[in-house]
């Protein structure tokens, strides 16, 4: 198993454009989610999905959107680029997202630099 | 006040010390408390977990829960240079299904040959 895999792992982009982070899990995981780490902030939710066709917002979800066509499939799109979306996105999965023995297994990362 | 609060660190010790990195909370409803680990440029990952109150070893790690002190600890014995890391606290309630894992920021730990 390849686990959750994440692409690119890095990107400069300008600001005002968009683009979108990949990620995938080959674990048959229902529950995936999307994070982003900062100095001093830890990691925050963005977006997180329970299944095939069913996505809601987490902590700081402005300035992102997701979709979940496939159970293996999670991308987070930025829609317009700004500085402060200049980051470590963090994709996790499980099986379910419920009880902590679901062990949440995380992606490498994407390393985002918005100029 | 944030809902759980982690020092940053860093910290270095001398290897074969033994390591206590700790978080506080706020929310009383929180009853599941995980340390994740993560190397650097690497994704987390998770290394204990508890319920509620009370101890839990896997060899040289321990996690320990107050709840009345609203206070978690992570005991590292002999620790080695390959203990260094940032270690992450982190919690839940998981009562329901949209119930969040909220992390801390962050313990940065250095362990010296």
């Known amino acids: 198993n390849a686990g959750v895999t994440q692409t690119p792992k890095f990107q400069v982009l300008k600001t005002g454009q968009s683009m979108t982070l990949q990620c995938a899990q080959d674990m048959n995981h229902e529950y995936m989610s999307w994070y982003r780490q900062d100095p001093g902030m830890g990691l925050r939710l963005i977006h997180y999905s329970v299944g095939a066709g069913i996505t809601d917002q987490g902590e700081v979800p402005n300035g992102y959107n997701v979709s979940r066509s496939t159970t293996e499939d999670f991308p987070l799109r930025l829609l317009s680029a700004a500085p402060s979306q200049t980051s470590v996105y963090f994709c996790?999965?499980?099986?379910?997202?419920?009880?902590?023995?679901?062990?949440?297994?995380f992606g490498p990362g994407t390393r985002l630099t918005v100029l | 006040q944030k809902e759980v609060e982690q020092d940053p660190g860093p910290l270095s010790v001398p290897e074969g010390a033994i390591v206590s990195l700790n978080c506080t909370y706020s929310n009383s409803a929180f009853q599941y408390f995980m340390w994740y680990r993560q190397y650097s440029r690497k994704g987390p990952e998770l290394l204990m977990y508890t319920y509620s109150s009370g101890n839990k070893e896997d060899g040289r790690f321990t996690a320990q829960v107050d709840k009345s002190s609203k206070y978690i600890s992570l005991f590292i014995r002999d620790s080695q240079p390959s203990d260094s890391a940032t270690y992450l606290c982190?919690?839940?309630?998981?009562?329901?299904?949209?119930?969040?894992?909220?992390f801390g920021k962050g313990t940065r730990l250095h362990i010296l040959p």
């Open positions: 996790a999965s499980s099986y379910s997202g419920q009880g902590v023995s679901d062990t949440q297994y």
């Open positions: 982190a919690m839940s309630e998981f009562r329901n299904r949209d119930d969040k894992i909220i």
